[in-house]
T-cell receptor
Framework: NAGVTQTPKFQVLKTGQSMTLQCAQDMNHEYMSWYRQDPGMGLRLIHYSVGAGITDQGEVPNGYNVSRSTTEDFPLRLLSAAPSQTSVYFC????????????FGQGTRLTVV | AQSVSQHNHHVILSEAASLELGCNYSYGGTVNLFWYVQYPGQHLQLLLKYFSGDPLVKGIKGFEAEFIKSKFSFNLRKPSVQWSDTAEYFCAMGNTGFQKLVFGTGTRLLVSP
């Protein structure tokens, strides 16, 4: 039972490069979201999706793009990486059934130089 | 605006000491509350959750938390910590339904053997 799978685990980018962080879940969850974790700031919501074809912005969406073409996948795109996007990124999924918790992936540690 | 406050940023305890980590939230409606733990280099794992009913909830590994609505608090407790409890602990709040989570800034716990 894989749960939520994120790739890659580590990535170094140069300023201005673009890349996609992958997230897949095999639990048939409706809701998926991306968070970034920065020291002293906890986790902050970047973008989320309540179902295939539906996405919305979270607290810190600037510089990121998402799409949800299938229930299983929710990729996060960095369009033009900046050093301020150096962070640990977590993908999470929730079933959408009332009173259930979010399940998190292992995280992607991204460094932008 | 919804927010979660964790007032203890760093806590150092000796093994067998008792633990209480504070968490206060700000939200006028019905909330769901969570404590997640992140062991070094790992993803977030759910410790316990509160949705409704008995305000004293028990989680894994001997942790418990008490929801006090009048104080907007959801403090985490453990009567006797172990070295293996060394981790970062996050309190989080979600409103009903989607579980778009708002996290506190986290508390780093170091348990010395």
């Amino acid at each position: 039972n894989a749960g939520v799978t994120q790739t890659p685990k580590f990535q170094v980018l140069k300023t201005g490069q673009s890349m996609t962080l992958q997230c897949a879940q095999d639990m048939n969850h409706e809701y998926m979201s991306w968070y970034r974790q920065d020291p002293g700031m906890g986790l902050r919501l970047i973008h989320y999706s309540v179902g295939a074809g539906i996405t919305d912005q979270g607290e810190v969406p600037n510089g990121y793009n998402v799409s949800r073409s299938t229930t299983e996948d929710f990729p996060l795109r960095l369009l033009s990486a900046a050093p301020s996007q150096t962070s640990v990124y977590f993908c999470a999924s929730t079933s959408g059934v009332m009173n259930t918790e979010a399940f998190f992936g292992q995280g992607t540690r991204l460094t932008v130089v | 605006a919804q927010s979660v406050s964790q007032h203890n940023h760093h806590v150092i305890l000796s093994e067998a000491a008792s633990l209480e980590l504070g968490c206060n939230y700000s939200y006028g409606g019905t909330v769901n509350l969570f404590w997640y733990v992140q062991y070094p280099g790992q993803h977030l794992q759910l410790l316990l959750k509160y949705f409704s009913g008995d305000p004293l909830v028990k989680g894994i590994k001997g942790f418990e938390a008490e929801f006090i609505k009048s104080k907007f608090s959801f403090n985490l407790r453990k009567p006797s910590v172990q070295w293996s409890d060394t981790a970062e602990y996050f309190c989080a709040m979600g409103n009903t339904g989607f579980q778009k989570l708002v996290f506190g800034t986290g508390t780093r716990l170091l348990v010395s053997p």
